[in-house]
């Protein structure tokens, strides 16, 4: 009878530590269930406080842009006011243009050349790489203005340009740049190694590696960041404000004055007259929806490249 006792006895306490196990990881569960639920209570309550202001200032736009927007708006040029015409506005048809035009000489200058050096920049370690690595860091942080300053200096005056959609384009590249150069870089960076292992031991070239399997697996992520620079950009006043010499006519050529819709809210806001000052809600309004447009475009184009992808 006792050697069945002391059987028993580690039966018995092996059963005990299993209890007590199992009740401490309850009482551990439930604590870390509760703590969860008050952080994603907090979370939620955070995002509420951190959208009201967003949310007010989208209603206060559309309450105050919509009524601008008309057909005199998109398709006439500005009209001065004047004490018999007080509210002869016009349009901003040449500042649509403007930004169009600004928006796509930048593009053509900064997306190519910007991809071609981040997909440098993730296949290489040489000193060169870790140079402009850095350059396009610090250049990413840097002031708007700055870019603005150096197309004038080196566009308009060096050149002898002139104030015209090239310079300000020029300005715009420089800006969108160090964006692009880091999106590239960190998307080609996100390719397996085993794409490039396979390309090579099929005997192709590193270069023909680089650009016809890692650059393909990479260009969700490219597009996405390239988009990204060019919404930066269509609302950026400080690069033109000193370059582009806010031409009143509808023009595409590169060596033309033009104007831009920052540029216009910029200089409508300063306006003694109030149909101006009023017109520049409108202004606001079609840049955030240029903005809008994009930014929506390039994520729902990246979702469905992997969805496709993957």
Not at 26 to 54: F, N, Y
Not at 216 to 233: D, E, H, K, Q
Request: charged content about 15%; hydrophobic content about 55%; overall charge positive.
């Amino acid at each position: 009878m006792s050697d069945l006792t002391e059987l028993e006895e580690p039966v018995v306490m092996r059963s005990r530590m299993r209890d007590e196990i199992r009740r401490t990881s309850e009482q551990s569960r439930a604590r870390r269930m509760t703590i969860s639920r008050i952080m994603v209570a907090l979370c939620g309550v955070a995002l509420v406080i951190s959208a009201v202001p967003l949310v007010a200032l989208v209603y206060e736009l559309v309450r105050l842009g919509l009524p601008v927007l008309d057909k005199t708006f998109f398709t006439t040029l500005p009209a001065t006011p004047t004490l018999v015409a007080p509210n002869a506005t016009g349009g901003v048809s040449n500042a649509i243009i403007g930004t169009l035009a600004l928006t796509l000489y930048a593009s053509i200058m900064a997306i190519p050349l910007g991809v071609l050096v981040g997909v440098y920049l993730s296949e290489s370690d040489s000193k060169l790489a870790a140079g402009l690595r850095v350059v396009s860091q610090t250049m990413a942080g840097a002031p708007s203005i700055l870019m603005g300053l150096f197309a004038f200096s080196f566009i308009v005056h060096d050149l002898n340009v002139g104030f015209s959609a090239l310079a300000g384009s020029f300005a715009l590249a420089v800006l969108m740049m160090p964006v692009i150069i880091i999106s590239t870089e960190i998307a080609v960076r996100g390719v397996p190694n085993t794409l490039r292992e396979a390309g090579l031991a099929l005997g192709a070239k590193p270069h023909k590696v680089s650009l016809r399997i890692v650059l393909p697996s990479a260009i969700s992520g490219i597009v996405t960041g390239s988009i990204l620079a060019v919404s930066r950009a269509i609302g950026e006043t400080a690069p033109v404000l000193l370059v582009i010499g806010g031409g009143f006519i509808n023009s595409w050529k590169p060596l033309d004055p033009v104007s831009a819709l920052p540029l216009t809210m910029f200089e409508n806001a300063k306006s003694e007259w109030p149909s101006q000052r009023i017109q520049v809600w409108g202004i606001a309004l079609v840049l955030v929806a240029f903005v809008f447009v994009l930014s929506l475009s390039a994520r729902i184009w990246a979702a469905r490249k992997q969805k496709v992808n993957s």
